[in-house]
């Protein structure tokens, strides 16, 4: 039987860290998405493909993510900064932005968020 | 870990197919594991110049998804001549193949990326191979693309035509560097008369490499009996003694230091 959330401070405080890593996330996006307000990203047809036509056409810094999870297949924004070198909150934005964009999908595990090319 | 290799120009007839296969073979003959694709799909050459029957399997039906690489694979080892392996992949030569080729969508583009890029698993990881060559079409090619943006090295190969230099120059900026691609540059058929002494070879390549803004890893000169031969002899293998083949043991190391 469930326990009641309340009673169990362990869990507690494991369904606050989850809504903030989410709302973590969200943040990010919402910081993208200023940045880029004057390029208008959010389009209206979504690209079909995340192909190589496609990623000499993306900004420098979207591209090396964009290339990163095109040659790990499936990965978290921690794996994709420790190939780019670059901090895990830089890239779950650049991540981020590039599922707004349509180029990625976005699938959550438990607290982990996974995100890959749709073939 | 083995490296990928592949071996671009901006123009047509610069050498790439020619140079590819001699440095496949040179790497055998140095007792090196290698596999040589043939990534060329609008004019496929690697077959007559191999003299093979061909296979049940293209390298087309690889990145179609319809097989695994090792059914594309021919053993090239017996014929070689050499102390390693020389595995070869064949891009499909007949008019179909070619029409069906060019008619291919960013979708499928997307998905043989994805097939490229698990070559290095395959091939590199599972098979052990040292290196794996990609010998592309020329310019600005979906099948190009996807094969520099798989490949570790870039090896971009140009003459001293004016156009070539200038459309080098330019992919350089607008492709490799975008990748971050390591680059280094052949150049290649370059007229004896420019290379006649050593102080003159260092010119050049100090000229080309300011062009360029990218390392010159050798100049090779224009060999008449490499032209002469058509395309026909593989050097690096029927003419250990020959200078070109000399260049080519030479390029091998550069690009093994690279």
Known sequence: MKKPLGRNPAILLEKIKESLDRLNEKMEVFIEIQKGKKQDFVMQDLPEALDVMTLLSLPDHLRKTAVTICKLGRATAEEVSEHTKRARAVESGYLNQLVLMGYLKKERKGRKAYFFVEK | MGKIIAIHSYKGGTGKTLLSVNLAAAYAKMGKKVCLLDMDFRAPSLQSIFELNGSDYWLNDYLNGACEINKVLLDYTPRCECNGTMLVGLANPTTEALRDMSAKDRKWEMRALGRLLSLKNSLLNDMELDYLLFDTSPGLQYSSINAIVSADVVIVVSTIDASDIQGTKRMTHELYDLFEKKTGILMNKVPIEFLSTPLER?????????????????????????????????????????????????????????
Do not use: M
């Open chain 2, 202 to 258: 260092d010119s050049v390549s100090k000229r080309f490499e300011n062009t360029h803004t990218l390392p010159v890893l050798k100049i090779i000169p224009c060999f008449c009996d490499v032209l002469r031969a058509g395309g026909t002899k593989i050097f690096a293998r029927d003419e250990p003694n020959h200078p070109f083949t000399q260049h080519l043991r030479e390029i091998a190391a550069e690009i093994e230091k690279f």
